[in-house]
């Protein structure tokens, strides 16, 4: 089902668009390195928590690496399949 042209993105919208999808995966991984940080240090408990700090780790990878990959199609012009 075709949705029709898509009206022009402005220069703004796209640099919102740009930031967003930057963020997204700084903070995917800042998530991903807090989990390694969990797994091996004295930080959430002693002698690490290697389960916890393993999906966590997990978590901060899906989000940074699908996560900014959806919203790219999300936003791709013209919008592909």
Do not use: C, K, Y
């Not at 963020?23 to 690490?48: E, P, W």
């Not at 700090?53 to 013209?78: C, D, E, N, Y």
Request: glycine fraction near 14%; hydrophobic fraction near 50%; charged fraction near 15%.
């Amino acid at each position: 089902m075709s949705e029709g042209p898509q009206p022009p993105v402005s220069e703004e919208e796209w640099r919102n668009r740009f930031i967003i999808i930057n963020l997204v995966r700084i903070g995917g991984a800042a998530i991903a390195l807090f989990g390694a940080a969990a797994m091996q240090t004295d930080l959430l408990r002693h002698g690490g928590a290697i389960g916890l700090g393993l999906a966590i780790a997990l978590l901060g990878l899906l989000i940074s690496f699908p996560g900014s990959m959806a919203l790219v199609r999300r936003w791709r012009t013209p919008p592909g399949p």
